[in-house]
């Protein structure tokens, strides 16, 4: 009933930026809360932001300071500004959005960091 899907993700230089983007499908939905995880090769799969519909908003400490998450409600949309990336950030990285109490994934968006 609700399709998420990720954009944004790709090769990057340490030191560089990136900025990802999560749609979820349909007319304006009430998304009480929006979430990106990534998981690297062999490791688990961990929470790296998230943002509440009344603007609270949590990082992992690896990311503080780097990472920026947003979202725009009107356009059922969040963003994950990535700058200063760093080679230990490469995963692929999920939105989850919940809705009504149940949660929607999307497919994952590849970033790697690499010289």
């Known amino acids: 009933q609700v399709r998420v899907l990720e954009s944004g993700g790709g090769l990057v230089q340490p030191g560089g930026s990136l900025r990802l983007s999560c749609v979820a499908s349909?007319?304006?939905?009430?998304?009480?809360?929006m979430a990106w995880y990534r998981q690297g090769l062999g490791k688990e799969r961990e929470l790296v932001a998230s943002i509440l519909a009344g603007g609270h908003i949590n990082y992992a400490d690896s990311v503080k300071g780097r990472f920026t998450i947003s979202r725009d409600n009107a356009k059922n949309t969040a963003y994950l500004q990535m700058n200063n990336l760093k080679p230990e950030d490469t995963a692929v990285y999920s939105c989850?959005?919940?809705?009504?109490?149940?949660?929607?994934w999307g497919q994952g968006t590849q970033v790697t960091v690499s010289s």
């Open positions: 349909g007319s304006r939905l009430s998304i009480a809360h």
């Open positions: 989850r959005m919940t809705v009504a109490a149940y949660n929607y």
